[in-house]
């Protein structure tokens, strides 16, 4: 059986059949290779579907049987065009876009990545662009398997990668080794840890090195906390040599931090002084904004949503369709009201000890006052903080005594 | 007469073989013996295999000539919906399915 396109196509004619050698004239149908479909009886006839090509070749059949054969309905292209062929311009236009619409197919308008979160789509794009694979290309160029191995090699966190056309569509399916956690190596440097703070000396917990300072010390920025070299001594508890480490210890330190922050009593907001909107279209990448002629000497923001159109699922098209929403605003300055002002210090303040809590500092003691004046408040005062400390420094060998030396 | 018989009986043996080779061989019946085979969706849809012709046909009834018989079907509204020399798909409201021996 053709299937309804197909028969739209080749165009088939619906006729009803009279007489007595209905059931005959189908068999001989079947038997000369013509299937009639859609039989229905009404009323003493039959009335079914012929393929255009079918209706020529019954002729013989009718005489046998005795039937008559009356042509109710034509449909399909070849009746179209026939019974449109005055208006040569429509069915041009509809040829036309059949054939615009299969040139379409045939490139690739769009490219989509999923499974990407370490590599931005891009960053993913411009390799594509550097390989020769870019939107509007023929797809039957695009080698999907070599495109595959050309992302593995460049890009060691993708672990797997498939390229698929989809229609005009390329998608690109990734997985990311997001598990980027590595062993770090043990250092064979020989290094010093030193005090990046002044304070006093919490806790010191040594993994390697000798420490030499103990809790309760005063330290100074700079001072080393755990020296790299550790003495080897003998049974007499003499000093027989010196072995050079990477220093390792946990050391938390009391220190004060300053603070000093002015604030602003003003603030400047951005007021809309006029809204243009418009219509944004981008045809084979030629691109056009239609606006409605307005001008403000104010400086201006623009948005563009823009989407790409698309016939069915997959089949983009080369035509991106958006609006444009640009807005001309004046900068204006206002000034907080007193209370609110109290509370906009108060929330800054708060934020910064938040941020400093977040970097691992553990607030001890908090002396921090908020002052204002007319125009400004000051966040002024010292807070009390427990530090993690201590930095990497070169090794400073110790100073050998000359009758030692000897 | 003697050869016809013999004949007879020589076919019958054959035919003996091919089933027991078909239902050996797990081979469905109907390509076997060249049987129709009807495949029907609740009442609405018939669909017909191997069938020889069409005997009689209004909205109200369908004959058709298969191996061993005739296959009558009846009910309302019954349209073929399509026919090739072999298979056949009906659509109507099907009150019976009904073999005739010959």
Aim: proline share 2%; with cysteine.
């Amino acid at each position: 059986m053709e299937s309804n396109v197909q028969r739209k196509i080749c165009g088939y004619v619906r006729i009803q059949i009279t007489g007595s050698g209905q059931e005959r004239f189908f068999n001989l149908c079947s038997y000369r290779q013509i299937f009639p479909s859609n039989v229905i009886y009404r009323d003493g006839t039959c009335i079914c579907e012929i393929l255009l090509k079918d209706y020529w070749n019954i002729k013989s059949l009718v005489k046998k049987t005795g039937i008559k054969v009356r042509l109710l309905d034509k449909c399909g292209l070849p009746f179209f065009v026939y019974r449109y062929k005055k208006r040569g311009a429509l069915v041009a236009g509809l040829f036309l876009a059949v054939v615009f619409l299969y040139v379409m197919s045939l490139h690739i308008w769009s490219i989509d990545f999923q499974g990407n979160t370490y590599y931005s789509d891009e960053v993913l794009m411009s390799f594509l662009e550097s390989i020769g694979i870019k939107n509007g290309m023929k797809s039957s160029r695009i080698l999907c398997d070599d495109v595959e191995s050309a992302m593995r090699i460049a890009f060691d966190e993708i672990t797997w990668v498939s390229v698929e056309i989809d229609g005009t569509l390329l998608r690109v399916n990734l997985k990311e080794n997001l598990n980027t956690q590595t062993i770090p190596e043990k250092s064979t440097e020989t290094r010093d840890l030193v005090s990046d703070y002044d304070g006093v000396v919490l806790s010191i917990i040594t993994r390697t090195g000798t420490p030499k300072v103990k809790a309760g010390d005063v330290v100074t920025k700079g001072q080393v906390l755990v020296s790299g070299v550790i003495e080897l001594h003998d049974d007499a508890q003499m000093v027989t040599g010196n072995r050079v480490v990477y220093a390792d210890a946990d050391i938390y330190v009391q220190t004060e931090y300053e603070m000093d922050m002015r604030i602003a009593q003003s603030y400047e907001v951005d007021q809309v002084v006029h809204e243009n909107k418009g219509l944004y279209i981008s045809i084979l990448g030629r691109d056009q904004t239609f606006l409605l002629p307005v001008s403000f000497d104010y400086p201006v923001r623009k948005e563009t949503d823009i989407t790409q159109l698309k016939l069915f699922e997959n089949f983009y098209l080369p035509v991106f369709v958006g609006s444009v929403d640009i807005q001309y605003y004046d900068t204006v300055t206002c000034f907080y009201e007193e209370e609110e002002f109290l509370n906009h210090c108060q929330e800054i303040l708060n934020e910064e000890l938040a941020n400093l809590e977040k970097k691992g500092v553990e607030i001890m003691e908090n002396h921090v006052i908020i002052q204002s004046d007319d125009l400004c408040a000051y966040l002024r005062g010292t807070l009390t903080l427990k530090v993690q400390a201590g930095v990497s420094a070169p090794v400073t060998m110790p100073e050998v005594a000359p009758d030692q030396s000897q | 007469m003697g050869g016809a018989k013999q004949k007879e009986q020589k076919n019958a043996c054959l035919s003996g073989r091919r089933i027991r080779l078909a239902e050996a061989l797990d081979i469905p019946k109907e390509t076997v013996y060249g049987l129709s085979c009807v495949t029907m969706i609740g009442d609405r849809e018939i669909y017909i295999e191997n069938y020889m012709s069409i005997l009689e046909y209004t909205d109200k009834k369908l004959r058709l000539r298969v191996k061993g018989g005739n296959l009558l079907i009846t009910g309302c509204r019954i349209c073929i919906l399509y026919f090739n020399d072999t298979d056949m798909q009906v659509r109507g409201c099907i009150d019976q399915i009904q073999f005739e021996r010959r």
